[in-house]
């Protein structure tokens, strides 16, 4: 079975349509790039998986049962999506404690206390730091606490959009080094929105490269590592990164 | 003008916490000439705060106490709010790490750019959408005629930070703070948009302080380099010579970044119980 299966997507914001023919097979398990330009529509394919994009046609699938136009309760179990904007994401008048055991008590899990300090010590923030509130946490601290609360109803799927962009390397290689071991321990599927193409390289198996609301091309990661990525406009982009090309 | 553009001796910054009071900028001193002064530096050792600081934008309970923080021969410690709001934007301008919240979500993105062009130089309305969009264009927003009409929440996260950047270049500041300013754009996009800021560093003689964790970035677009780590300042170098630094802190950093063709299991990390941070 597939974890995500997405068929001649298209989504569109009132007039504007801005994903095109999106056809995609993400096998469970595997770990799945997302990258391109800016405004190219990654952020939107995420949210349509998440039923945060309403307006769509084609075909969504998740662990095998189609998705619906809109966000389901049962599906935030199976998948959760950290958002690009570790500002907009969390509430402002909630603490890290009361947004981390948020999921739990929507879906009436039980073990709060343990939940919280494991999950905050999954992704390497104090416990000093539970009962803050988000504006006394640097922007990388936050960053943290969105992955954390991905985490708290343990999905099989997540939906990455640019998930260290706001951090640090060296925060950044934590939780890098957090997803996949994750990944490597239970199973998890990714889809990974991202502009660092050594995060892709460390992180994924595929990558598909987006422009202009289509995707250009998909590869496997061996192709970014050896620098032979094939349409002009993924060259491109690994050119700016300081990538050496290599012939396709 | 004589002496550096901005002076900065002892600067720290406190906040109160339960357990007492925290310096989380520890008494800080820099200089900066008109050039490229890069601020790198692991999650929370300061670099937003430093940066705030010189606009006097800590807000209570937080406290700044500084020797001496003079910005072209202004006292800023001195300075009123009211000066200071007359300062900030025309002369001294930041890009915030968090565009959207800095925008204004009930207005357009083509409005409060062209009401930034208008308090900077006003001109006749026809005029001024023509400015706004050259302005989108020149930070390489496609179909600027389309982006100029959609509210901060309808832009990517990728347009949102090049609509900020747009409106803090608009009236030529003598310095130019930027905060992690490209961290959600495409490397291309990247590129592009260091190069604009690169252009009026050079072109128009401003300073720039650019606060990142990509140490490579900072390494290609500054001249000098300070490194943070728990508020305070571990290393300075050139920064060409940012792959020979010395501190320890600073190594670790380096080779926490993932590598094009990387083969590593695991990424080494820093330790975190001898590098404490607040
Ligand atoms: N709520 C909305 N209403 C109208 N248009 C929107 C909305 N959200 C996004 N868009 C538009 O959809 C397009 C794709 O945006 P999206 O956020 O998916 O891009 P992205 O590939 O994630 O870019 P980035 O790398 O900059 O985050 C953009 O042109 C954007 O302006
Ligand atoms: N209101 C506050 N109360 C207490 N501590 C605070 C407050 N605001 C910020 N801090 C702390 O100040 C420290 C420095 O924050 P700052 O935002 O300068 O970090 P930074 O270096 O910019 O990090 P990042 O790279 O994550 O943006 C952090 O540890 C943060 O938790
Ligand atoms: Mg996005
Ligand atoms: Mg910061």
């Known amino acids: 079975m597939n974890a995500i299966e997405l068929t001649h997507l298209d989504i569109a914001y009132g007039p504007t349509r801005v994903v095109h023919d999106v056809s995609l097979a993400i096998a469970e398990g595997e770990s799945f790039a997302l990258v391109g330009e800016s405004g190219s529509g990654k952020s939107t394919i995420l949210k349509a998986i998440a039923g945060l994009a309403p307006d769509w046609t084609g075909e969504i699938s998740v662990l095998g049962s189609p998705r619906a136009h809109r966000p389901d309760r ?34 009436g899990l039980k073990g709060r206390d343990g939940r919280v300090k494991a999950v905050l010590a999954a992704v390497g923030l104090d416990q000093r730091f539970r009962f803050r509130y988000p504006h006394q946490l640097s922007g990388g601290q936050r960053q943290r606490v969105a992955i954390a609360r991905a985490l708290m109803l343990e999905p099989r799927i997540l939906l990455l959009d640019e998930p260290t962009s706001a951090l640090d390397v060296s925060v950044q290689a934590e ?16 889809l990974l ?11 994924c198996d595929r990558l598909a490269v987006m422009r202009h609301g289509r995707i250009v091309e998909v590869a496997h990661v061996e192709a970014l590592k050896r620098g032979a990525l094939a349409e002009p406009y993924s060259r491109e982009l690994y050119a700016a990164s300081g990538g050496t090309l290599q012939p396709a | 003008m004589t002496g550096p553009l901005l002076s900065i001796k002892n600067l720290t910054v406190t906040f109160p916490t339960p357990k007492g009071p925290v310096d989380v900028v520890r008494g800080i001193s820099f200089s900066l000439g008109r050039e490229r002064l890069g601020i790198v530096g692991e999650s929370g050792s300061g670099k937003s705060m430093t940066g705030r600081s010189i606009l006097k934008l800590i807000r209570p309970p937080g406290r700044v106490t500084a020797d001496e923080m003079v910005f072209d021969g202004i006292d800023l410690m001195a300075e009123s709010e009211r000066r200071m709001r007359a300062l900030r934007g025309a002369r001294i301008s ?27 130089r006003p001109m006749p309305r026809r005029q001024l959408r023509a400015r706004v969009l050259e302005m989108l264009h020149a930070v390489r927003i496609n179909e600027p005629d389309r982006v100029a009409d959609l509210y901060p929440h309808e832009v990517s996260g990728g347009m949102g930070q090049r609509v900020m950047i747009a409106m803090m270049l608009i009236p030529e500041p003598d310095l130019l703070i ?8 495409d490397v291309s996009v990247q590129a ?22 990509d140490l ?23 920064a060409r010579d940012l792959d020979k630094a010395r501190h320890p802190y600073t190594r670790g950093l380096l080779a926490a970044m993932p590598r094009m063709d990387e083969d590593r299991e695991e990424l080494p990390v820093l330790d975190r119980t001898a590098w404490a941070a607040t």
């Open chain 2, 94 to 120: 930041m890009v915030m790490q968090d565009p959207k919240f800095s925008l204004n979500p009930v207005m357009t993105v083509g409005e409060q750019i062209g009401e930034a062009l208008q308090t900077h």
């Open chain 1, 175 to 190: 939780i890098l080094n957090l997803l996949k071991k994750l990944r490597r321990e239970q199973g998890l599927t990714y």
């Open chain 2, 216 to 238: 490579n970035m900072v390494a290609r677009y500054c001249d000098r380099i300070l490194v943070m780590n728990g508020g305070e300042i571990v290393e300075e170098c050139a």
């Open chain 1, 193 to 203: 929105v991202t502009h660092n193409l050594p995060v892709v390289s460390f992180l």
């Open chain 1, 74 to 107: 049962g599906f935030a179990k199976s998948c959760q999506m950290v958002f690009q904007d570790p500002y907009g994401s969390l509430h402002p008048r909630k603490t890290v404690d009361d947004c981390l055991a948020e999921p739990l008590a929507v879906h």
């Open chain 2, 192 to 213: 592009q948009v260091l190069d604009i800021i690169d252009e009026l560093v050079t072109g128009k003689g401003m300073g720039l302080i650019l606060i990142s964790h």
């Open chain 2, 178 to 185: 930027a905060d992690e300013p490209t961290s959600a754009l």
